[in-house]
C-alpha cells in the first residue's frame, strides 16, 4: 500500500510539474534515492537555401522543424551510484514511401558510480563521449550549432563503452577517457573487433580559464573480422576564457590523420575555429562561431568547407530561449566555389 501511495505521488508530481525548471522535476524522494525527470526541445522556423558551384539554387525549404527532442531520467541509488536513461527525437535521413520521418531512438543508458569521489568516476553503457558534450557545455549554443569536430562528423556525441572519468589537485585537473564500439550511438549494434580509444585532459589554472586536449584513436566501429578499416586517429586542443553566465570567448585546433588500409600516405585534415558569446542589455545576448576544414590533397581535389553561425538572443524566462539568426556553410574544391547551404530565421531551445 505505502509503495502504492509512492507510486501515485510520483506520477502526480510529475503530471503537474512546471516546465520552467531548469535542470529538471524531482518525481520520487526516499531518503538517499532519488528520481529526476527532464526534457529539452530544438524547435525553429527557417528559410532554408542549397546552391551548387554555379550558384544556382539546388534547394529552397520554408518551414518549422523539430530537430532534437530529449526526454531524460535520472535514479541516484545514493550519493555515489546514479543510472541514466535518455531518449532523443529527431528526423529520419533515409524513409521508405510512406514512412515517418520522426524517429525515437536511445542517445544514454548507463550506469555511474563515484569508486574514489570526484577522483575516480565509472561510466558503463552508452553515454558521452569525452569532448562534445564538454564543448557544448561551454558554447551553450547547440540548438543552434554544433562543436567543430561533431559538425565535420569526426567525433559522435554519444557512443557503447566504458570509461573512467574525474577531477583532480582540487579540479584543477579533469580527465575522461573512454574505450568505445566506435561507431557512435546511431550504430551501437557495429561488430568491430576492435575498439576505439577517446579521451579528453583539461586544465584550469585560474577562473574562469580553460585548457582542454583531446586524444582520439580507432577504427569508428568498421573494423570486422574479414573486413579491415583505415584507422583515424584525432587530435584537438582548445582554449577558453568567460566569466559564469556573462561571456565566453574560444579557439580550437583539430588534426584528424586517416591511415589507409594496406599502408600507403595518410590522409590528413586539419581544422581550426574561434567563437565566442555574451550577455548585453536586459535579457539579451549575442553569439558567433566559425570553423574551417580541409583535406591534404593535390591542389585541384583540395577541399575546404566553411561553416559560420551568428545571431542575438532573447530569455523571456527560465528554460527558454529565442534566437534570431544565420548559419551557413561554405564549400570549395581545387580553389573554386563547390556550393553553399544555408538558414536563416527563429530558433529554440525549451528545457526543464
Do not use: C
Not at 502504492?4 to 520552467?20: G, H
Not at 584537438?236 to 556573462?246: E, I, L, N, R, S
Not at 544565420?326 to 547551404?341: C, E, F, H, R, W
Amino acid at each position: 500500500m505505502k509503495a502504492t501511495i509512492k507510486t501515485i505521488a510520483a506520477l502526480a508530481t510529475l503530471a503537474f510539474a512546471t516546465p520552467a525548471i531548469a535542470g529538471g522535476v524531482s518525481v520520487f524522494d526516499d531518503g538517499e534515492s532519488k528520481l529526476k525527470i527532464g526534457g529539452k526541445v530544438f524547435a525553429d522556423v527557417t528559410s532554408y537555401k542549397a546552391t551548387d558551384g554555379a550558384g544556382a539554387t539546388t534547394a529552397k525549404i520554408n518551414a518549422a522543424r523539430i530537430e532534437r527532442a530529449y526526454l531524460t531520467a535520472k535514479y541516484s541509488f545514493n550519493k555515489d551510484w546514479m543510472m541514466r536513461i535518455t531518449t532523443d527525437v529527431t528526423l529520419a535521413k533515409d524513409l521508405n514511401a510512406g514512412g515517418k520521418n520522426n524517429n525515437i531512438f536511445l542517445k544514454y543508458a548507463y550506469l555511474e558510480g563515484k569508486l574514489i569521489g570526484k577522483a575516480a568516476v565509472l561510466r558503463l553503457g552508452q553515454s558521452h563521449t569525452p569532448w562534445i558534450d564538454y564543448e557544448q557545455g561551454l558554447w551553450k549554443h547547440r540548438y543552434m550549432s554544433k562543436v567543430m569536430t561533431d559538425t565535420f562528423k569526426y567525433d559522435a556525441s554519444s557512443d557503447v563503452g566504458i570509461g573512467l572519468k574525474g577531477e583532480l589537485a582540487d579540479g584543477m585537473v579533469g580527465y575522461w577517457a573512454t574505450l568505445t564500439n566506435g561507431a557512435g550511438y546511431s550504430h551501437i549494434d557495429r561488430t568491430g573487433n576492435k575498439m576505439d580509444f577517446n579521451s579528453r585532459i583539461g586544465f584550469y589554472p585560474i577562473e574562469g580559464l580553460t585548457l582542454d586536449f583531446q586524444y582520439r584513436t580507432g577504427y569508428l566501429g568498421k573494423n570486422q573480422f574479414n573486413a579491415a578499416a583505415a584507422k583515424n586517429t584525432l587530435y584537438q586542443v582548445m582554449a577558453t576564457y568567460g566569466m559564469g553566465k556573462d561571456f565566453r570567448i574560444g579557439a580550437n585546433y583539430a588534426a584528424n590523420d586517416v591511415s589507409p588500409v594496406g599502408g600507403g600516405a595518410k590522409i590528413k585534415n586539419k581544422m581550426y575555429g574561434v567563437w565566442g558569446w555574451a550577455k548585453i542589455a536586459g535579457d539579451f545576448g549575442a553569439f558567433g562561431r566559425f570553423e574551417s576544414n580541409k583535406d591534404n590533397a593535390a591542389a585541384a581535389t583540395k577541399k575546404k568547407d566553411d561553416h559560420y553561425s551568428v545571431g542575438v538572443e532573447y530569455f523571456p524566462v527560465k528554460g527558454v530561449t529565442l534566437a534570431l539568426g544565420y548559419d551557413a556553410t561554405k564549400s570549395t574544391l581545387g580553389g573554386a566555389s563547390n556550393g553553399k547551404t544555408s538558414r536563416i530565421g527563429l530558433w529554440s531551445e525549451t528545457k526543464f
